[in-house]
């Protein structure tokens, strides 16, 4: 069965600092995708990215970088230099791919950031 | 970008009604939408797939009778929770797939249920 989980259900830090989100993942296929969405408080969910099992590359965008390692069923987002306005509930998930894929999306219990002035 | 909208954002309604959930895709044509139910502080569920003509798949613990979905054309899905109780209050969040982006799902702004 898939399954994702943020081990880390809070996190608080003081703005500047940087943080890693984790998010570890199961799944029998072979080919998926794993996402990562940011939930601020209005409640409406941003995406950020998106990433599909073949391709484990790392990826930087701005502040934000993910860690994709396969060994270790991994999917971890760091925010580097964090901010006031990056806190918000942060959620990992996960995609089952390939040929007649239902496309639902199997979310992680989500990681509260708070980042204080 | 794809843009997905719901419409009411907020409702509040009394137990024992009915209230009915929109979700459109805007400026693409869904072939598939996803509704999922978030409770305060908790993770978001899937409740159901629909593909536009046919009947929703739901997810095990999903009572179809209770929350019907239509999704009657290619932009338009509806929810609706009938005989709503007050532990039905929850954020609902629709989400929409275009067939020729089978990994890709949209997410509208989610509406607010308080039953009463």
């Known amino acids: 069965a898939q399954k994702v989980t943020q081990a880390q259900t809070e996190i608080s830090v003081v703005e500047k600092e940087d943080v890693t989100l984790d998010c570890v993942y199961e799944t029998r296929d072979t080919t998926y995708y794993l996402f990562w969405y940011k939930q601020p408080p209005s409640g409406e969910l941003v995406f950020l990215i998106r990433r599909n099992s073949f391709d484990e590359q790392n990826e930087i965008s701005g502040r934000y970088s993910w860690n994709f390692q396969k060994s270790t069923s991994s999917f971890n987002f760091t925010i580097t230099a964090s901010q006031v306005v990056d806190s918000a509930v942060y959620f990992c998930?996960?995609?089952?791919?390939?040929?007649?894929?239902?496309?639902?999306?199997?979310f992680g219990q989500g990681t509260t950031l708070q980042v204080k002035p | 970008g794809a843009v997905v909208s719901q419409h009411p954002s907020r409702v509040i309604c009394k137990s024992g009604t009915s209230v009915k959930i929109e979700c459109r895709s805007l400026?693409?044509?869904?072939?598939?939408m996803f509704w999922y139910r978030q409770f305060p502080k908790q993770s978001l569920m899937l409740m159901a797939t629909s593909n536009e003509g046919s009947k929703a798949t739901y997810e095990q613990g999903v009572e179809k009778d209770k929350f019907l979905i239509n999704h009657a054309s290619l932009t338009l899905s509806t929810l609706t929770v009938t005989s709503a109780h007050p532990e039905d209050s929850s954020f609902y969040i629709c989400s929409a797939r275009a067939h020729e982006e089978v990994y890709e799902q949209y997410f509208g702004p989610g509406t607010r249920l308080t039953v009463t």
């Open positions: 998930a996960l995609s089952e791919g390939g040929p007649g894929n239902t496309g639902k999306l199997i």
């Open positions: 400026d693409f044509q869904a072939t598939t």
